[in-house]
């Protein structure tokens, strides 16, 4: 099984666990910009952590056999803290880095003016750059705020297949279906989405634009859950070149969009180095 | 490695689209320098990122034409920190490996500390090449050699070698070999070269 994890926060994960994905099958992984447990309260730490994301973080996926990309933007959560607003002005800076394959997380996460005016303001900045969009749907009163999120798509004129919303379940996949956006879905051990609900949902709605994803952030989560998704389609059914058409063919075609997808082929110049700290000691390979 | 030279090899490996387009940009540079910030991130798309071939086998297609742009930009010395502070990865090692193409003294120095003070490979050996050899003090040069020694980076990658190695980066070397093999681990067999009166352990 070949997978690209469409979504997943490798900063708040550990080598072991880049190493548990290689022997998974992940080949290549998307992380977005999100919050970082601690609100960050000036723009110097949201540059730093962009710089990781198109730095080091890349340098450490590699050292495992993993393409590393990300999606950049100010998130919902903070873009209440007026002190967080003046990253937007950084963005486009960002917006053209090679690895930097959509505009996200953006979206709701409250549903306030504050929230309305980023989300906007970053959908532009998705069309002005040519790159697709990541939207986040909300945790609280998330209906509502995935109908809301598919009109402002709307409003904004950037087109339904450069964007996908995130987050769905049984709830919202409807919506989400005919608003000819791509329909994200984060599995985890026991919230959003598990893997059993996501093959239901995947024989209801068909495999058309779909990405699942094991999100792996700082509350409980697998970053395996991917693999575990590929494993119920199969138990249920699905052969594989389904299995492969959601787990890595529409994720590549998804992001590929923005013209900036690594060949899937990991940089070998990063790994050539055995002896980095990243990966102290004698490796068993 | 001159930049006629450095021209030279980029003419023969760009693409006529792709020539064009440097061309452009270079043009754009000469006139109106803060142009560079928009066409710097977007080289490697447009340029290619294959390696350069004769020339010097470590760079690549993209590295050159960065190289190119910044010996075009008539205020590079005021551009350079901001572009290194904003660049990726691929962008930072341009910078670094075309400084000595530049007119701007030790100006650099900075640049190639921030490296050193880094963890990327690509970066820290790149910041050793002739330019770093040539400005950094001893402290620094020899930390910085230690640490490619650390990081397993070949020290023939490494610039200045012959005429900077000092009896206390020899000691440093031997020291390092001691320390592994007081522990049971390999001494890396480039340290062994340097370093030959160092016992192997492994």
Redesign the interface.
């Known amino acids: 099984m070949r997978i690209f994890d469409p979504h997943i926060h490798m900063s708040s994960r550990t080598t072991d666990d880049y190493r548990a994905m290689r022997d998974a099958g992940v080949r290549a992984v998307v992380e977005p910009a999100f919050w970082q447990g601690q609100p960050r309260t000036v723009v110097g730490s949201f540059t730093d952590y962009f710089d990781s994301l198109i730095g080091w973080e890349p340098f450490r996926a590699s050292r495992y056999g993993i393409r590393h990309h990300c999606t950049i933007a100010l998130n919902p959560k903070e873009a209440n803290d007026p002190r967080c607003l003046p990253v937007l002005a950084v963005l486009p800076r960002y917006l053209e880095k090679d690895n930097v394959v959509a505009v996200g997380e953006i979206g709701y996460d409250s549903m306030t003016d504050a929230e309305d005016e980023a989300f906007a303001a970053q959908l532009a900045l998705a069309v002005e750059h040519d790159l697709p969009a990541l939207v986040h749907t909300p945790h609280r009163d998330k209906a509502r705020g995935t109908e809301r999120s598919i009109a402002l798509i709307r409003e904004s004129g950037i087109a339904p297949e450069r964007v996908v919303l995130d987050h769905l379940n049984e709830v919202t996949v409807r919506m989400a279906e005919d608003s000819g956006c791509w329909l994200g879905f984060s599995i985890y051990p026991h919230t959003k989405m598990d893997e059993h609900r996501m093959v239901a949902i995947l024989r209801e709605y068909g495999l058309d634009r779909m990405l699942v994803n094991s999100a792996a952030d700082w509350g409980e989560s697998d970053p395996l859950k991917t693999l575990h998704t590929g494993e119920a389609m199969y138990s249920a059914g699905f052969d594989t070149d389904d299995v492969d058409r959601v787990l890595w063919r529409n994720p590549t075609e998804f992001y590929g969009q923005s013209g900036r997808l690594g060949s899937g082929e990991v940089e070998t110049t990063a790994t050539e180095y055995a002896g980095n700290s990243v990966s102290r000691g004698v490796r068993k390979e | 490695m001159t930049l006629p030279r450095l021209r030279e090899a980029i003419r023969h490996a760009l693409t006529p689209a792709a020539a064009e387009w440097l061309a452009a940009a270079v043009a754009e540079v000469t006139t109106v320098a803060r142009t560079i910030?928009?066409v710097f991130?977007?080289v490697?798309?447009r340029c290619g990122r294959d390696p350069l071939g004769a020339y010097d086998p470590q760079w690549t297609i993209d590295d050159g034409a960065r190289v190119l742009l910044l010996a075009a930009s008539p205020a590079v010395t005021e551009e350079l920190s901001v572009l290194y502070r904003?660049g990726?990865?691929?962008e930072k090692r341009a910078i670094l490996r075309g400084l000595p193409y530049l007119k701007i003294g030790g100006a650099g120095l900075p640049l190639i500390t921030d490296a050193l003070r880094g963890?990327?490979?690509?970066l820290v050996v790149a910041a050793l090449g002739e330019y770093g050899a040539s400005w950094l003090d001893d402290l620094s040069y020899r930390q910085g050699v230690l640490k490619c020694v650390?990081?397993?980076?070949p020290l023939r990658e490494v610039s200045g070698l012959t005429h900077r190695a000092d009896e206390e980066l020899m000691r440093m070397m031997r020291s390092f070999a001691a320390e592994r093999a007081a522990a049971g681990?390999?001494v890396?067999a480039d340290l062994l070269t340097f370093v030959p009166d160092s016992h192997r352990q492994d």
Do not use: S
Not at chain 2, 119 to 122: C, I, Q, S, V
């Open positions: 910030h928009t991130p977007r490697g798309r904003h990726d990865v691929a963890n990327d490979p690509r650390f990081m397993g980076i681990r390999p890396p």
